[in-house]
């Protein structure tokens, strides 16, 4: 009988029947992972021509649109721009830049009182997240590295990533001190932190 005999031989190897039935299953198991990841090879696999952009590539256009939003400052001496984007869908939530609140006076002469124009002024980055319509787990673009308040406010409206144009030498030598400070509250709560050329 055809049963018995293949019973003889795999005794006469001795591997038990149930030992090659496991192998069996097994192998097809394999079989049917290894066709599986190969649709899924297939289905993931872009053609050639949408391959993605680099991945900074975005980050110097928003940087870009930042320095632009900067320019709307009234501030003849300081221009800081901040954008605010979902970098899921690279979406711009909002954007802000360093001035004085709405409805407050803003004539030029308040501007040119150092004092004056400090106690009147909400920085870019505090203005961006004011205006935008969700910060969480959102990215902010910056035309300079934020002061400690700004980066207090970024943390608290839970944005995850800082992306900031390096500062120059001359911005380094007068605010060093406060930008290793930011570096640090980002770092304690892991919000992370770039700085572009
Ligand atoms: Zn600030």
């Not at 018995?4 to 192998?23: D, G, K, V």
């Amino acid at each position: 009988m055809p049963l018995m005999r293949r019973q003889t031989f795999s005794q006469s190897r001795n591997i038990p029947n149930s030992r090659l039935q496991e192998a069996a299953v097994t192998l097809s198991r394999l079989w049917a992972l290894v066709l599986r990841q190969a649709k899924q090879n297939l289905m993931l696999t872009p053609p050639a021509f949408t391959s993605p952009p680099p991945a900074n590539k975005w980050d110097k256009r928003f940087l870009s649109l930042a320095e632009e939003v900067a320019k709307w400052s009234k501030d003849p001496s300081t221009k800081v721009g901040c954008v605010i984007v979902d970098p899921d869908t690279n979406r711009v939530m909002g954007v802000g830049y360093n001035g004085f609140p709405r409805g407050m006076c803003d004539h030029k002469e308040l501007y040119e009182d150092r004092e004056t124009k400090y106690s009147r002024t909400i920085h870019a980055e505090v203005n961006a997240v004011l205006n935008s319509n969700r910060t969480e787990n959102c990215t902010a673009y910056v035309t300079a590295p934020p002061c400690t308040n700004c980066a207090l406010t970024l943390i608290q409206s839970g944005i995850q990533r800082v992306v900031s144009v390096a500062p120059s030498r001359d911005l380094l030598s007068r605010w060093g001190e406060s930008i290793n400070k930011t570096k640090g509250f980002f770092a304690e709560v892991e919000v992370e932190y770039e700085e572009i050329e």
